[in-house]
């Protein structure tokens, strides 16, 4: 039986060989009624309204009834499917595959043979199949297992008005759950230059079994950006599955020893990695950072080391289970600034072809404006791209059990469909007021290529973090020895508040960073004075050329043992100060055991040594990497450092300033010697958590006069970056500290003591 539940009256038709019956306000027909009942010719004779009386007869609906088809259409049984579910949705008797379109006037259904480019089915959909710009149909009779598809749009063709209909074109599901046609790293083996993207049906039965949102207190975090690829694709990292899932995977053990909460992954979502794939001095370039999205619902197919037909997803579900497990969040690094369907000149396989002038922003005459610089730019503001976004990151939030998002250029998210810049941009109120977004992460890379820049003044409504740029900037600049910056310093390790005042944008808005992708690795932020992009293909014109880094004396590799040292000591200093800088901190994967890019600051082409973790330089650097590990427990142990805790019995001030002597807040040009000291309760609020931070930029030996603690306590040292690290070494004994009341801080040396009972 069939229910037609979309009548509001109870009525009665003549002119219909089977009788229709009412009963609580619905029609009930029986399964085989004739045609003129769904048409025109039924009219109806009488309307009235049912209140409580209870009607006895055979007809009456089962709840559970499969849904029985209604047409066939090339020789597939049909109806009309689920419109309120985008993309393939499986049913019990078949799949629902729904599209909306608002400027299609014809839409039609492909399915293909696995691998196959032509398709052995074509089901167009009929006019009453639409519902407003949506069209929906459930096939009956498919195996998801032995098909792919996709969709053709008709609609008009007027480059000026931006519109890009065409009948031919093979278009890819915006909502498609799993792209097929990359499954191999660098291959388009399933179609060659006449490739196209296809999508499959995913059975999503994955077993989370209890495991739940970490929810992390975001200061707490300890991020650890990285390349999903190029975490472990050299040999050196010893995986069984380099360059994938799995192999990061097997590097949980070793990302728990080192104390980070926290991964934030580079695109992970399908993308393009031959986009403008090329060859320079016989090495051939990828576009390997993943910053051209192909499809936001699938993952990358090409970093699984596995086939996973129609179970797409499950290997990075298995590592995400698994970091949860270990007590590490997973923030995903996404694109919704541009995609890989580019300008004018590039492929048309999605957008373009669904509601180009809906998807991105077009001048007046049709062209594509360029924030992103890579060709094209969404127009997230617009309702419907609105919906995609919010649609796309809820998917991943339910599905993955993401933690939270990276926003690329985010700035791009602020615009309004002509480029201009708006005060509440529609799309960041509507992620940072979502109800399943409401306890995600949200962070954004507050500028865009267009020149919007944003660090300290992005939309927020006290839900959205930034990579604070000027952090970066300003420490660099500091911690390398440049005159006038100490007292900016002092504001950007204290919290930046200057920039986020904590009454409005709280405590966690500054996320603070040194390195990440984009730029110089720390070891070489210390060895090399300009960028070394040859290898790009680009002339070395690409990349920043303002990296504030400083190459300690040599240029690159070099054998001199002073240089080498004081480049240890320098990785030292930015690692204690980004430990001891309040919100949240983020490193680049391989920081921590002094990893080299070989002055290469915009490696995004480079899926080689230039950009893959060398593992052997951690037996090398061992020093640097247990120094990490030792800095990233003193943040844990001391609350004070990351966040204001409870003020401290003792009385002292949460912040304080002692810059050579106690209680001196001035700086002026020549200033290069900071003490700051933090106090206040520990989390457990046992006892007073006070901590001292002194750095010298300076080139020569400082002296730093500690202020006095309350009776019964006395400072001790626990970092001097002069000095080789070793776990368990007694520092204070090779510190020259003067009656607990006075330091000898050697040049260029980060020192850190605590308060502990005397």
Not at 57 to 75: T, V, Y
Not at 114 to 131: H, L, S
Not at 177 to 197: C, L, S
Not at 729 to 740: C, L, P
Request: charged share 25%; aromatic share 14%; net charge negative.
């Amino acid at each position: 039986m069939l229910l037609f539940d979309y009548f509001k009256y109870n009525v009665v038709y003549k002119n219909c060989k089977i009788k229709y019956f009412e009963y609580n306000k619905n029609i009930i027909k029986s399964d085989a009624c004739c045609e003129a009942c769904r048409v025109s010719e039924c009219v109806t004779i009488e309307q009235k309204k049912m209140r409580g009386k209870q009607m006895n007869f055979d007809h009456k609906p089962h709840r559970g009834d499969k849904l029985q088809p209604l047409d066939e259409i090339s020789g597939y049984k049909v109806r009309p499917g689920f419109y309120d579910r985008n993309g393939a949705a499986q049913a019990a008797n078949g799949v629902s595959f729904t599209i909306h379109s608002m400027g299609a006037t014809g839409c039609t259904l492909l399915l293909f043979r696995p691998k196959e480019q032509e398709p052995f089915a074509k089901i167009r959909y009929p006019e009453t199949y639409c519902i407003g710009s949506t069209y929906s149909m459930l096939v009956f009779g498919l195996n998801i297992e032995e098909f792919e598809y996709a969709f053709q749009l008709d609609g008009p063709y007027d480059e000026k008005k931006g519109l890009r209909f065409h009948k031919d074109n093979i278009l890819l599901d915006p909502y498609a759950r799993a792209v097929t046609g990359q499954r191999h790293w660098g291959e388009r083996p399933e179609g060659g230059k006449d490739f196209v993207y296809h999508a499959r049906v995913v059975e999503n039965n994955f077993d989370w079994e209890k495991s739940c949102f970490l929810n992390h207190p975001f200061e707490d975090l300890v991020i650890y950006e990285m390349h999903v690829r190029g975490f472990t694709r050299d040999a050196s990292s010893g995986v069984k599955a380099p360059g994938t899932f799995e192999g990061l995977r097997e590097k949980i053990p070793y990302l728990k020893d080192l104390g980070i909460n926290a991964v934030e992954l580079m695109p992970v979502f399908e993308f393009d990695e031959m986009e403008d794939t090329r060859v320079v001095d016989g090495e051939r370039l990828y576009n390997y950072w993943g910053y051209n999205t192909v499809c936001f619902f699938a993952p990358n197919t090409s970093y699984t080391s596995v086939v996973e037909h129609n179970h797409e997803g499950d290997e990075l579900k298995n590592l995400i289970y698994e970091l949860k497990a270990n007590g590490i969040e997973v923030i995903l690094d996404v694109v919704f600034n541009h995609t890989a369907e580019g300008n004018e000149k590039g492929p048309c396989f999605s957008f373009k072809g669904i509601d180009n002038n809906i998807y991105y922003m077009l001048t007046p005459d049709g062209y594509y404006y360029n924030f992103s610089g890579c060709g094209n730019v969404m127009n997230c503001n617009h309702p419907i791209v609105r919906k995609f976004i919010i649609d796309c990151l809820r998917y991943w939030v339910i599905n993955y059990r993401v933690d939270g998002f990276r926003f690329d250029l985010a700035s791009i998210l602020s615009r309004d469909q002509n480029g201009a810049p708006m005060e509440n941009p529609p799309i960041l109120q509507g992620l940072a007021c979502d109800p399943i977004l409401a306890k995600a992460k949200l962070i954004a890379e507050a500028w865009d290529a267009g020149g919007l820049y944003q660090v300290g003044s992005f939309p927020s409504w006290s839900r959205w973090a930034e990579w604070n740029g000027r952090y970066r900037d300003d420490m660099r600049r500091f911690l390398k020895g440049d005159g006038g910056m100490a007292g900016t310093a002092i504001t950007r390790i204290t919290g930046s508040r200057d920039l986020y005042d904590p009454a409005h944008r709280g405590i966690s808005a500054s996320v603070n960073f040194l390195t990440c992708h984009d730029g110089f690795t720390l070891y070489d932020l210390y060895s090399y004075n300009m960028k070394h992009n040859e290898k790009n293909g680009w002339g070395n014109t690409d990349g920043d050329n303002n990296g504030n880094s400083w190459n300690c004396g040599a240029e690159g590799a070099t054998d001199d043992p002073e240089i080498e040292g004081l480049r240890r000591r320098m990785v030292k200093n930015a690692f204690a100060t980004l430990m001891c800088s309040r919100g949240p901190a983020m490193f680049f994967a391989g920081d921590e055991f002094c990893n080299t890019q070989f002055g290469n600051n915009n490696s995004y082409c480079q899926d080689n040594i230039t950009s893959w973790l060398d593992w052997n330089r951690l037996e090398e650097y061992k020093e640097i990497h247990d120094f990490f590990r030792y800095t990233i427990r003193l943040r844990k142990d001391n609350a004070i450092l990351r966040k204001t805790t409870k003020p401290a019995a003792c009385k002292l001030p949460e912040i304080s300033i002692h810059n050579g002597f106690p209680w001196n807040g001035g700086t002026d040009n020549n200033s290069r010697l900071i003490g700051i000291m933090y106090a206040g309760r520990d989390e457990n609020d046992i006892r007073d958590d006070i901590v001292f931070y002194c750095m010298n930029a300076y080139w020569e030996t400082l002296i730093m006069q500690l202020p006095e603690l309350p009776m019964g306590m006395q400072w001790k040292v626990c970092v001097n970056t002069f000095l080789p690290y070793e776990d368990g070494k007694n520092v204070e004994e090779q510190t020259e500290f003067y009656y607990k009341k006075s330091l000898k801080v050697p040049p260029r040396t980060v020192i850190i003591l605590t308060a502990e009972e005397s």
